[in-house]
Nanobody
Framework: QVQLVESGGGLVQAGGSLRLACAAS????????MGWFRQAPGKEREFVAA????????TYADSVKGRFTISRDTAKNTVDLQMNSLKLEDTAVYYC?????????????????WGQGTQVTVSS
């Protein structure tokens, strides 16, 4: 079973940047579409961004479009999320996930594997 481990979370001021990283324990993760989700206190886990197996195609939630960038390095088995112009409402636990399905990248039900999450807190 492939394991996913997120890192890079922390406390940042509004307008600042953070880069999250997701490391996979096996190269088989390169057969999966990868996504980032987030969950704020008292809210449902929501889609943030996804990237296909080759890294060519990406999808973003409207709330982060133009500010966040998802990328993957198949040689290193990693998926990153570059977050710029952070807002207070970006505060959440961010989760990396892997999907074996070739559809529905924005739906968390389509993801098979999940990391443990990393906290991102944006302060004013």
């Amino acid at each position: 079973q492939v394991q996913l481990v997120e890192s890079g979370g922390g406390l940042v001021q509004a307008g600042g940047s953070l880069r999250l990283a997701c490391a996979a324990s096996a190269r088989t993760v390169n057969n999966y579409r990868m996504g980032w989700f987030r969950q704020a206190p008292g809210k449902e886990r929501e889609f943030v961004a996804a990237i296909n197996r080759s890294g060519v195609s990406t999808t973003y939630a409207d709330s982060v479009k133009g500010r966040f960038t998802i990328s993957r390095d198949t040689a290193k088995n990693t998926v990153d999320l570059q977050m710029n112009s952070l807002k207070l409402e970006d505060t959440a636990v961010y989760y990396c996930a892997a999907s074996s399905r070739p559809y529905g990248s924005t739906n968390r039900a389509n993801y098979d594997l999940w990391g443990q999450g990393t906290q991102v807190t944006v302060s004013s």
